[in-house]
């Protein structure tokens, strides 16, 4: 079974509401994001040798074109994929994966707040563990996720 099978049309409909939602408040989800990955990761902060606002535009920019890929799996699988042969190169390993999650679910609660619920979070939860499980597989084909 594909692992989009998981991800029903509610879930990419969510996701994509909420990001609509929340993309004229992206530079702030971009800031909230790394202040909290920063602060619940703190040796993550060392990864990041670059200037950050070109880093928070990217990040923005990459999530963008994921989740407008979520029902496209060759084109989903072929940017997650690439992005994770570019993170390893930044020193990424297995492990950052579960703060960046972390991180991300809450800033995009904080910017959500009116529209945030169990069912917006449940389905960006879903769809993280599609595109971090395949970035992880595809950066460390011997990685076992537990």
């Not at 049309?9 to 408040?25: G, K």
């Not at 991300?104 to 009116?114: E, M, Y």
């Amino acid at each position: 079974m594909s692992p989009l099978a998981t991800l029903s049309p509610a879930d990419i409909h969510r996701v994509r509401t909420s990001f609509d939602l929340m993309w004229p408040r992206s530079t702030e989800m971009a800031d909230q994001f790394y202040a909290r990955l920063f602060e619940i990761a703190p040796d993550s902060r060392t990864l990041f040798r670059s200037d950050m606002t070109r880093m928070k535009d990217k990040f923005i920019q990459t999530l963008a074109v994921l989740v407008g890929s979520l029902d496209n799996l060759t084109g989903l699988y072929a940017v997650a994929g690439k992005l994770a042969v570019d993170h390893v190169r930044y020193g990424v390993r297995p492990d950052h994966y579960a703060p960046v999650g972390e991180a991300l679910l809450w800033s995009l609660g904080q910017q959500l707040a009116g529209f945030w619920n169990d069912d917006v979070e449940q389905a960006w939860r879903r769809v993280y563990a599609v595109i971090s499980a395949r970035m992880i597989g595809a950066a460390y084909p011997d990685h076992r996720q537990g």
